[in-house]
Every structure is written in structure tokens, then in C-alpha cells.
């Protein structure tokens, strides 16, 4: 069974550039979450898909967007990146139910300059 | 509205103490519980949980209990390892399933 992978692992980027950040989901699961964790800071929620379709956000701007595809890998954009942006950036991915393990990748670590 | 507070850290213990780290919640429905584990420069892995009142996860020696009552999922292990040594988050599931909401975490050392 393979894991939750997710590339780049680091990424410097300058304010106000755009980045793209990749997830491949665990083999089964339909459902990628993407989580923005800042340094001392547990995950906070940024959206989820399901079956190539946003099935919740969280309290995000517009500037932060994704995409599923078919495979049920995933995307996160950002757009107009701040000093602020710069975080570990975590995918999980799950079966859609109650009770249902997140099962987290490594990880992106983003730096904003 | 959702959320999860956990006992701030660090937390430092000699090897084979007893460790508890508490974890209350607050939900407006029927949450599901986990705690996950962080090492160092790694992503998050489950640890254990807890889908209804008063159930009791288990994992590698750590427990919790699920307690309506209180509102609580505290983690304990009776006897912890240098191996231990990584940073605890008590995470809740809202009952729709998607959205994870996590502590601030909890940073463990144990020191030989």
C-alpha cells in the first residue's frame, strides 16, 4: 500500500509569486485535505475535495485554491504570496465518512521572502 | 463552534514515568477523537482514537478515553521511552467527517 507523497519538499518563494504544491493520495482513498501548519502550530484546515469537488473550506481567502483530479491526486495554489504563507503545507488523505483516519503526507515546507 | 485545547508543553520526563496529556474538546455534535504523533521533520501519524463515548483507543502503549462527560480525550502511557520523544496533537472529527480540527500540540522529550 503506498503512502500519502507530496512534492516539492521545500519551496523559497518571493511575496507576491504564485506556488503549486502537489499530493498524490493514498491507493483507495477518495478524499485529499490540505492543512497549512505554522511553526509551534498544530494543522489548520484550509478545504478538502472529494471526488474532484471542494467539500468544505476553512477560514482561507479566495487566494488559496485547489484541484482532484480523476487519480484523486491533488493540487493547492496560492496565489499573491505574503511573508505569512510560509508554513509546512500537509495533504491527508481519507475515505469520506464519520470516524475516518486522515492519513497525512511528509509535508511541504514553504518559505516566503 | 469546534475546537480542541491541549495542555502546553514542553513537557520533560525521565524514561519509564507515567505520562498524561490532557485534551478537552468542544463540539456542537458527535465528534470523533484522535491523538496523532509528530517526530521531527516529519508529517503527522495516527496514533489512536475514539469514535463514540467512552470508548478506549489504544496504540504502542498509549491510551485514551473518550468522555462525553467532560468533554476530555487524555493521553496516557504507563511507562514512556526515549523513543517517545516527538510532539502530541489532540485532533476532533465533526460528524460530517471532513474537517479535522487540531490542538496546538503538545512537545514531549524524555531524557534517559
Known amino acids: 500500500e503506498t503512502g500519502v507523497t507530496q512534492s516539492p519538499t521545500h519551496l523559497i518563494k518571493t511575496r507576491g509569486q504564485q506556488v503549486t504544491l502537489r499530493c498524490s493520495s493514498q491507493?483507495?482513498?477518495?478524499?485529499v485535505s490540505w492543512y497549512q501548519q505554522a511553526l509551534g502550530q498544530g494543522p489548520q484546515f484550509i478545504f478538502q475535495?472529494?471526488?474532484?469537488?471542494?467539500?468544505g473550506r476553512g477560514n482561507f481567502p479566495p487566494r488559496f485554491s485547489g484541484l482532484q483530479f480523476p487519480n484523486y491526486s491533488s493540487e493547492l495554489n496560492v496565489n499573491a504570496l505574503e511573508l505569512d504563507d510560509s508554513a509546512l503545507y500537509l495533504c491527508?488523505?481519507?475515505?469520506?465518512?464519520?470516524?475516518?483516519?486522515?492519513?497525512f503526507g511528509p509535508g511541504t515546507r514553504l518559505t516566503v521572502l | 463552534g469546534n475546537s480542541v485545547t491541549q495542555m502546553e508543553g514542553p513537557v520533560t520526563l525521565s524514561e519509564e514515568a507515567f505520562l498524561t496529556i490532557n485534551c478537552t474538546y468542544t463540539?456542537?455534535?458527535?465528534?470523533?477523537l484522535f491523538w496523532y504523533v509528530q517526530y521531527p521533520g516529519e508529517g503527522l501519524q495516527l496514533l489512536l482514537k475514539?469514535?463514540?463515548?467512552?470508548d478506549k483507543g489504544s496504540n504502542k502503549g498509549f491510551e485514551a478515553t473518550y468522555r462525553k462527560e467532560t468533554t476530555s480525550f487524555h493521553l496516557e502511557k504507563g511507562s514512556v521511552q526515549v523513543s517517545d520523544s516527538a510532539v502530541y496533537f489532540c485532533a476532533l472529527s465533526e460528524d460530517t467527517g471532513n474537517q479535522f480540527y487540531f490542538g496546538t500540540g503538545t512537545s514531549l522529550t524524555v531524557i534517559p
Open positions: 475535495y472529494y471526488r474532484e469537488e471542494e467539500n
Open positions: 491507493s483507495g482513498h477518495n478524499t
Open positions: 475514539a469514535t463514540k463515548a467512552d
Open positions: 463540539a456542537t455534535g458527535y465528534p470523533s
Open positions: 491527508a488523505s481519507s475515505s469520506l465518512g464519520f470516524g475516518d483516519t486522515q492519513y
